[in-house]
């Protein structure tokens, strides 16, 4: 079992940055990639941005060149969030994927962008 939490989440105006975080705990040597999706109100789940163990990363085109994921070993993921816009309001989700073909999530937090 991986727990998730995360946290940073919060309101910022238009143009602002915001860094998430989120905390890996349990059997985190098992996870092979991490992620982070999101679901603004009455719209689909949608993929942000992803890492693996070896640091590749993938990024939705809309985040591209405004969001940056890393990580801190199997531990921890961030998500620096920079140039926010109204459209990137929702909530954001850390994900684990383990080596048993497992995904993981946590709670979630609430990104609100609005002057």
């Known amino acids: 079992q991986v727990q998730l939490v995360e946290s940073g989440g919060g309101l910022v105006q238009p143009g602002g940055s915001l860094r998430l975080s989120c905390a890996a705990s349990?059997?985190?040597?098992?996870?092979?990639?991490m992620g982070w999706y999101r679901q603004a109100p009455g719209k689909q789940l949608e993929l942000v941005a992803q890492?693996?163990?070896?640091?590749?990363t993938n990024y939705a085109d809309s985040v591209k060149g405004r969001f940056t994921i890393s990580r801190d070993g199997a531990k921890s993921m961030y998500l620096e969030m920079t140039r926010l816009n109204p459209e990137d309001t929702a909530v954001y989700y850390c994900?684990?994927?383990?080596?048993?073909?497992?995904?993981?999530w946590g709670q979630g937090t609430q990104v609100t962008v609005s002057s």
């Open positions: 994900t684990a994927d383990s080596v048993f073909n497992r995904r993981y």
């Open positions: 349990g059997s985190i040597a098992r996870i092979y990639a």
């Open positions: 890492i693996t163990r070896d640091d590749r």
